[in-house]
């Protein structure tokens, strides 16, 4: 016999396409209620920009011969670039991060980048969520290690979510990951099977109270404890989640939704520490202007949307975003009107409270190019770790294997 | 029924293969492991290239046959029609992985897929490096080693077009060193210097045939991990390869592959590299020496290994004859399970071991069966590559909202007539679950077999495919 699809079993149809039929959980009865609306709790939200959004286009030197000589076609002219100061403009699209800005919840920060910068996509993104020399190679993310190191804020099975189906390098550690969301319904449908649930509470019991030497080599007793956190997570993100709807009207598609999520998750007093969510499209080899000032447009009124939510909630002055690219693009426009892959690039930080916002460093310098790319005056890796020391409260030099620099950002 | 499953030869054909499927079992049940083993090596030496049904091409033929540069729309063509090609590529692999007597050629395969780790754009030159690993996977290390050097794939991917007499590239040396052969500590910053001094003018014609340019060559005196000469590529790796480190590492890498990840012996793999070093790096033997070790069934050598997604996917379709209509639901399985052939994360391969579960990938992996064997459908989003346009990129992912698949359980059916849903439970848990059943409730899995559907054997085989005991090998 050959099954065919949507045959004659109609009652194996899953919980992942029916809805929420069974809501009863065996878990929600006995989650913990330890959440609540943490006022004090520092959350990170980490947005990533994939594909190397061209950062000169973005933030635009717009008294710049050397630009404009490079960038006949593709420069954002003077007039129309929203002015930061007496150098930089924003790309037109990016209103809302202007307002920001002119409020003092932005800082930029130029010329970021690392030592012997890797051009590909891959490597690059690597090397960024990991947070490792171009020349090593980490089977960890910086996220990751923060779970890892197990200091306050990092210590649950919840404590960092990426609203993606699949999780980053960034957010995984050695002994701990993670979870990746497209949202709390669908995560809570994914692990809401009745089977699953029957199956992770036998296992549990028989494999928990063993407490012998090989337990911490024992794979099935790993794959048990995962299964178990992640039931009780997605039915405590699941129930949190209905604290607070928000009423804002997000930007259409994916990234708008996600940031909502987020937004939803935080008002809601989750706690979580750290969320992840990245938009891609970036890669602009050819006619670069008409597709980045959209994607930028989308990032800045989702951004904008977003803190207003946090705003109208008080929560604006605990969430610290962060904005990265796995590079900049280079700096002379290509035969297709677009970039190719370059180096050095700029970071956002956006918070209701900043030390000292605006533009953190000088611009970038286009007179002393390497081979035509950017050379970078920040490493990333200090960012991280201004953020890990200094918002996060944790321990940078064990996440990053260096000390803070203390660039007097937060 | 047979109840009494043979736990060696389950272990053997996981860990050397993909899974033992009942038929298998019912062939070799009455022989010795030795036999078994034999067997296994014997099916190894026929084996057929990965191809397609259409010839592939190099970027010459893109280029309309002229040397030279491609223009933006031939380069465009290329790119369009490599990413075509490199979907059936990854699905045809499938297929060979669960064929019925190729599991330790492709298990080989794959496992030095993972080793001499690559991504590469033109689909023709991501093709060749397969072949050539697949021909070398049970060959000589070194001749493998040679070969790879030499393909166009592994060539561009470690900038070696950019190590010239002029402008050295150091990063192709560096890997061949760091991640190849060696290892970390075995060799100094200048050996590098000089190495990639020994690999400058080496690439492809547009063809991806490899030439050494004379002119990017450096022909001068150099000094390698204490060697002085004139020394070209090749004789750099045949230093690399006198010396027992590399065969130290090589052999420690096959242990914790094949053996045991997370606790590995220091005394086993030591042996190892020295039986390795002895054979002058002849995989075949070092293979049998890991098959057939008394400690290769120590049981905490056994059922303790987590499936990668490949081996996952491979298994469940070799067992149950599962065919994806489409290449794009094999390669969303991979991507939302976290590896995807041809693009390993970086030069230094998948990871492996735990790094495989996330609390998002487990749930994936325990609902995938019920998308294959009952509702061939599930709801999947991925991530977009980072080179996906942007209108696809935009959106942010790719949602495939029908994994379409359909799996042939004949056997099954016959095998079980007239049976319990204890008894297939019973059968079942013994052929498919490598740590054995001591943790489940049988009556459990068999209450709910029957009550989700009159089709008992079906739903027998998608609840157990479902166990976090079914994620280990």
Redesign the interface.
Same mark, same amino acid.
Not at chain 1, 120 to 123: A, D, P
Not at chain 1, 193 to 196: E, G, H, P
């Given at each position: 016999?050959?099954?065919?699809?949507?045959g004659? *079993?109609a009652?194996?149809?899953?919980g =992942?396409?029916k809805g929420f039929e069974r809501l009863s959980s065996p878990y929600l009865g006995t989650i913990e209620n330890a959440f609540g609306p943490s006022g004090n709790k520092k959350i990170l939200v980490v947005v990533q920009l994939?594909? #190397?959004n061209d950062g000169l286009n973005t933030v635009v030197p717009y008294q710049n011969d050397v630009y404009y000589k490079l960038r006949p076609i593709i420069g954002k002219k003077a007039n129309e670039v929203l002015k930061l100061n007496d150098d930089l403009g924003l790309n037109p699209g990016m209103t809302a991060l202007k307002g920001l800005f002119d409020d003092g919840k932005l800082n930029i920060i130029n010329s970021v980048g690392y030592p012997n910068p890797d051009r590909?996509? =891959?490597?690059s !993104? %690597?090397i960024w969520q990991s947070a490792s020399e171009s020349?090593q =190679?980490v089977?960890t993310g910086w996220v990751g290690r923060y779970l890892d190191s197990n200091c306050q804020g990092a210590q649950k099975?919840y404590s960092a979510i990426e609203t %993606?189906?699949?999780?980053s390098?960034a !957010?995984?550690g050695e002994a701990r990951? #993670?979870? +990746?969301?497209?949202s709390p319904d +669908?995560?809570f449908a !994914?692990?809401h %099977? @009745?089977?699953?649930k +029957?199956?992770s509470e @036998?296992?549990s019991s028989?494999?928990m109270n063993r407490t012998d030497d090989?337990l @911490?080599?024992?794979?099935?007793h $790993?794959? $048990?404890k995962?299964?178990a956190?992640?039931g009780s997570?997605a039915d405590y993100i699941y129930k949190t989640s209905r604290v607070y709807k928000s009423t804002f009207e997000y930007p259409q #598609?994916? =990234?708008g939704k996600?940031l909502k999520t987020i937004a939803t998750l935080i008002v809601s007093g989750l706690d979580t520490s750290v969320y992840y969510i990245?938009?891609?499209?970036? %890669? *602009?080899h050819?006619q670069q202007n008409q597709?980045q000032d @959209?994607?930028l447009k989308?990032f800045s009124e989702g951004i904008g949307v977003f803190t207003d939510d946090l705003k109208a909630n008080n929560r604006f002055n605990d969430v610290l975003i962060m904005t990265f690219s796995?590079f900049g693009r280079r700096v002379s426009q290509n035969?297709?009107n677009g970039t190719d892959h370059g180096t050095a690039n700029n970071m956002f930080i956006i918070n209701g409270n900043l030390k000292k916002p605006g533009v953190f460093n000088e611009a970038p310098d286009l007179s002393n190019l390497d081979e035509g790319d950017l050379v970078y005056k920040i490493d990333f890796k200090d960012v991280y770790g201004e953020i890990l020391d200094n918002w996060l409260g944790a321990d940078t030099e064990k996440i990053l294997f260096r000390k803070n620099q203390s660039l007097g950002l937060i | 029924m047979e109840v009494s499953m043979n736990n060696s030869l389950k272990h053997l054909y996981l860990r050397a293969g993909f899974s033992l499927s009942p038929w298998d079992f019912e062939k070799e049940k009455g022989n010795s492991i030795h036999a078994a083993i034999e067997k296994l090596f014997g099916d190894a030496w026929n084996f057929s290239d990965l191809k397609l049904d259409r010839e592939l091409h190099s970027p010459k033929y893109y280029a309309g046959g002229m040397m030279g540069q491609m223009s933006q729309e031939q380069r465009k063509e290329l790119t369009k029609q490599s990413i075509v090609d490199e979907k059936e590529m990854n699905l045809r692999w499938i297929e060979m992985m669960a064929g019925e007597n190729s599991g330790l050629r492709e298990k080989m395969t794959l496992f030095w897929h993972g080793h001499f780790a690559c991504t590469e754009p033109i689909s023709l030159y991501a093709l060749m490096l397969n072949n050539t690993i697949r021909k070398n996977a049970l060959g000589n290390f070194g001749d493998m080693l040679i070969a790879v050097a030499k393909e166009p794939a592994m060539l561009r991917f470690l900038n070696n077009q950019q190590n010239k007499k002029q402008s050295p590239n150091e990063n192709f040396a560096r890997e061949v060193m760091e991640l190849f052969t060696i290892g970390r500590g075995n060799y100094t910053e200048d050996d590098i210097k000089n190495g990639a001094r020994a690999f400058t003018g080496w690439t492809t014609d547009e063809d991806g045939n490899f030439i050494k340019r004379p002119f990017q060559h450096d022909a001068g005196v150099k000094t390698f991990m204490g060697h002085t000469g004139n020394f070209d590529g090749e004789d750099i790796m045949k230093i690399i390869l006198s010396k027992k480190g590399t065969a130290n590492f090589i052999a420690a890498k096959a242990y914790k592959y094949f053996v045991n990840q997370e606790n590995p012996d220091p005394e086993i793999i030591a042996r190892l590299g020295q039986k390795f070093y002895e054979s002058d790096y002849e995989i075949s033997v070092l293979m049998r020496e890991i098959f057939a070790s008394d400690w290769f069934y120590d049981p905490k050598n056994m059922g303790n290994r987590i499936k990668s997604p490949i081996e996952f996917i491979v298994g469940l379709k070799r067992d149950f004859k599962i065919e994806f209509d489409n290449p794009e639901v094999v390669l969303g399985l991979q991507k939302i399970l976290g590896q995807v052939l041809f693009h390993p994360p970086n030069v230094s391969g998948w990871a492996g071991g735990r790094n495989w579960i996330d609390s998002s990938s487990l749930l994936y992996r325990m609902r995938v069966p019920e998308s294959i064997f009952c509702t061939s459908e599930m709801d999947v989003s991925v991530k977009g590559d980072a080179t996906d346009n942007a209108m696809m990129a935009e959106a942010g992912k790719k949602v495939l909202k029908v994994m379409k698949s359909t799996a042939d359980l004949d056997y099954y059916n016959e095998r079980y007539r007239n049976k319990s849903a204890e008894e297939m439970v019973d059968d079942l848990s013994m052929t498919l679950l490598a740590p054995g059943v001591q943790n489940i409730d049988k009556t459990l899995i068999a209450d709910f077999a029957r009550s989700h559907s009159t089709d008992n054997v079906r739903s027998a085989i998608m609840l157990i495919t479902s166990l976090p005991e079914y994620q280990l090998s």
């Open positions: 016999m050959r099954y065919t699809a949507l004659s *079993t009652l194996l149809v899953p =992942f396409l994939s594909g #190397g590909s996509h =891959f490597r !993104m %690597d020349n =190679f089977n099975p %993606d189906g699949s999780l390098l !957010m995984r990951t #993670g979870i +990746a969301l497209e +669908a995560y !994914m692990a %099977d @009745k089977f699953i +029957a199956v @036998k296992g028989s494999l090989l @911490k080599e024992d794979n099935l $790993y794959l $048990y995962t299964l956190e992640s997570s #598609g994916e =990234f996600n990245s938009l891609g499209g970036f %890669d *602009t050819d597709r @959209k994607l989308d796995e035969a297709s | -």
